[in-house]
């Protein structure tokens, strides 16, 4: 391999074509030149978060809203009917006056 | 009464204050819910790497961040106003007790058949027999009858005090000069305590409120033997 011009463009361009095969196997350069890096996403990552996090945050708070309302509402409302439905007022009066509680009657001592 | 530790309303012992527990359950409950979105946004926009995240525009979020608060508002006003009017009806009412605030005690008047008049005050701590409440019981009781509407009128003789029981649903101003109104019915006989809600001097904490339910039978004997002792 002789060279006789190595300051030259046209010198460098000569070389580079004359062996570029030499240089491809030695540098890889064709298997670079065939595949390339895939362009990183840029722009919408804010949306993208948004659009993953915002359903999840609705339906966490819907679900311990219903747990609310199953856990402490709808009980209430049943433990408040269930004690009046069977609720004989005479009973727990006596009950209560026979404590002794009241001012305005006296325990009959039954 | 209120327990120790308790961090919810006493149980209710008329239809009105049912009605407002139930209210505070469904408000609770969507305070609930906004409460774990907010926190679950917050948490997510402080754990993250992106950058710019502060300039947003988009027309489908302003929409619904507009009409989901209205339609959650809408969801507190309607069964809110509707307990305001229940509250505000006073249905043909058996008996009117009218409670007048003093520095320090309270003053009930039963004027509709004879004029039945008494002061309230409280109970001294060293004076208290075994079972009784400290703070919180009373030299004479407000008697009622049982399950019988009944108005109370409130006023005051001296400065601002208000006459409030807690498990009746009930807190009403005691203004010198004016008659407040107020009705409650009692769903089950009992004793029921409230104290003074407005401030009015060195004793506000020691005027309660004890409100006697019993059946109206004895209701009347009651108000005859005081009529008879007056």
Same mark, same amino acid.
């Given at each position: 391999?002789?060279?006789?011009?190595?300051?030259?463009?046209?010198?460098?361009?000569?070389? /580079? +074509?004359?062996?570029?095969?030499?240089?491809?196997?030695?540098? $890889?350069?064709?298997?670079?030149?065939?595949?390339?890096?895939?362009?990183?996403?840029?722009?919408?990552?804010?949306?993208?978060?948004? #659009? =993953?996090?915002?359903?999840?945050?609705?339906?966490?708070?819907?679900?311990?809203?219903?747990?609310?309302?199953?856990?402490?509402?709808?009980?209430?409302?049943?433990?408040?009917?269930? $004690?009046?439905? @069977?609720?004989?007022?005479?009973?727990? =009066?006596? @009950?209560?006056?026979?404590?002794?509680?009241?001012?305005?009657?006296?325990?009959?001592?039954? | 009464?209120?327990?120790?530790?308790?961090?919810?309303?006493?149980?209710?012992?008329?239809? +009105?204050?049912?009605?407002?527990?139930?209210?505070?359950?469904?408000? /609770?409950?969507?305070? /609930?819910?906004?409460?774990? &979105?907010?926190?679950?946004?917050?948490?997510?926009? +402080?754990?993250?790497?992106?950058? @710019?995240?502060?300039?947003?525009?988009?027309?489908?979020?302003?929409?619904?961040?507009?009409?989901?608060?209205?339609?959650?508002?809408?969801?507190?006003?309607?069964?809110?106003?509707?307990? /305001?009017?229940?509250?505000?009806?006073?249905?043909?009412?058996?008996?009117?007790?009218?409670?007048?605030?003093?520095?320090?005690?309270?003053?009930?008047?039963?004027?509709?058949?004879?004029?039945?008049?008494?002061?309230?005050?409280? +109970?001294?701590?060293?004076?208290?027999?075994?079972?009784?409440?400290?703070?919180?019981?009373?030299?004479? #009781?407000?008697?009622?009858?049982?399950?019988?509407?009944?108005?109370?009128?409130?006023?005051?003789?001296?400065?601002?005090?208000?006459?409030?029981?807690?498990?009746?649903?009930?807190?009403?101003?005691?203004?010198?000069?004016?008659? @407040?109104?107020?009705? $409650?019915?009692?769903?089950?006989?009992?004793? =029921?305590?409230?104290?003074?809600?407005?401030?009015?001097?060195?004793?506000?904490?020691?005027?309660?409120?004890?409100?006697?339910?019993?059946?109206?039978?004895? $209701?009347?004997?009651?108000?005859?033997? &005081?009529?008879?002792?007056?």
């Amino acid at each position: 391999m002789t060279i006789r011009c190595t300051t030259s463009p046209q010198c460098l361009e000569a070389f /580079l +074509v004359k062996y570029r095969k030499v240089l491809q196997c030695l540098t $890889f350069a064709d298997q670079y030149s065939k595949m390339s890096l895939a362009k990183p996403v840029m722009r919408g990552l804010l949306g993208k978060r948004l #659009r =993953f996090h915002l359903p999840i945050a609705f339906a966490l708070s819907l679900m311990a809203a219903a747990a609310f309302k199953f856990g402490v509402t709808e009980p209430r409302k049943r433990a408040y009917a269930d $004690f009046y439905k @069977n609720y004989d007022a005479t009973k727990e =009066f006596n @009950n209560m006056r026979e404590a002794g509680i009241f001012e305005s009657v006296r325990p009959t001592g039954k | 009464m209120a327990h120790p530790s308790q961090l919810g309303f006493q149980d209710a012992a008329s239809p +009105v204050m049912e009605e407002l527990l139930h209210f505070h359950d469904h408000a /609770l409950m969507i305070v /609930l819910l906004i409460s774990t &979105l907010v926190l679950y946004i917050i948490v997510a926009m +402080v754990s993250t790497k992106l950058t @710019n995240k502060y300039i947003l525009d988009s027309q489908e979020i302003e929409i619904v961040w507009t009409i989901l608060p209205a339609v959650i508002l809408i969801l507190i006003a309607l069964p809110s106003l509707r307990i /305001l009017y229940l509250m505000d009806e006073v249905n043909d009412p058996h008996l009117t007790i009218k409670a007048v605030g003093h520095q320090w005690y309270w003053s009930y008047e039963y004027t509709d058949y004879e004029e039945l008049a008494f002061d309230s005050y409280m +109970v001294p701590t060293q004076d208290l027999l075994p079972g009784q409440f400290r703070l919180l019981e009373t030299d004479h #009781r407000m008697v009622v009858p049982v399950e019988s509407p009944t108005r109370i009128l409130v006023s005051a003789e001296d400065v601002l005090h208000s006459w409030a029981v807690p498990s009746l649903g009930i807190k009403m101003d005691a203004v010198p000069g004016r008659l @407040n109104q107020t009705a $409650f019915i009692t769903s089950r006989p009992g004793l =029921f305590y409230g104290q003074c809600s407005e401030i009015c001097g060195a004793n506000h904490s020691f005027m309660p409120i004890v409100v006697e339910a019993v059946p109206l039978k004895h $209701f009347e004997e009651w108000s005859t033997l &005081l009529l008879q002792d007056a």
